[in-house]
């Protein structure tokens, strides 16, 4: 992992187009980057939040844990985006309920609690920043609630393979075993029901890897 020290003033005002000026100076004092390569466990459940995440370069995936060890996917992370919850976490001084892993290799922007805190009082362009990341990621887990409350598992898993395709293009790396863990089911099953959209003309199966035909 390696860090980078300063942030661009050109970053901030791609992330925060109406940024205030005093912002953008304590944005590039105190903020730090760090680098992250695909697979790394950038939060685990039960950790305390130090800093706002705001990711700049990847994708990351939120997800939370059963105590079996099994996964189900909350939500992905992509540039410009910060974790909602992890801002909630850190307001509140709890540990996270959440992990966070690093889907691809990623850049993460890390502001520290005291200072982010601070500045939704202190800058509006800030504030309403965060509030914006709050609202999306609230829709997001709803739409992720009614795949899972409202369809049956072959739908679910179209909808998490168009999820995938918005982040990944049309070729998605990804065992059988990875799509099951996301989907809480079993490589058997997930398998078959691939077979069967590779079958209507809606993917192609490769090794370790899934192409988007039609969805």
Excluded at 88 to 117: G, N, Q
Aim: with cysteine; glycine share 4%; hydrophobic share 40%.
């Amino acid at each position: 992992m390696s860090q980078i020290v300063k942030i661009g003033e050109s970053y901030i005002r791609s992330l925060i187009p109406e940024a205030e000026d005093g912002l953008i100076k304590e944005f590039i004092e105190y903020a730090v980057v760090k680098e992250y390569n695909a697979g790394d466990l950038i939060l685990d459940v039960g950790q305390y939040i130090r800093s706002t995440m705001v990711l700049s370069k990847g994708t990351l995936k939120v997800y939370r844990e059963s105590g079996d060890g099994d996964e189900f996917l909350m939500y992905y992370l992509e540039p410009g985006d910060a974790c909602a919850l992890t801002v909630l976490c850190e307001v509140r001084s709890e540990k996270s309920t959440i992990a966070v892993k690093a889907d691809e290799d990623a850049e993460l922007i890390l502001v520290p609690l005291e200072f982010s805190e601070e500045w939704q009082m202190k800058y509006p362009s800030w504030h309403r920043f965060i509030i914006a990341n709050y609202r999306k990621r609230f829709e997001e887990l709803l739409t992720t609630l009614d795949s899972v409350v409202f369809k049956a598992l072959d739908e679910r898993l179209e909808f998490y393979l168009k999820r995938l395709m918005k982040h990944n293009g049309k070729h998605i790396n990804l065992s059988h075993q990875q799509i099951a863990d996301d989907l809480n089911s079993t490589r058997e099953v997930i398998s078959r029901l691939l077979k069967k959209l590779e079958q209507a003309g809606k993917v192609k199966l490769h090794r370790n890897a899934i192409e988007i035909i039609r969805l």
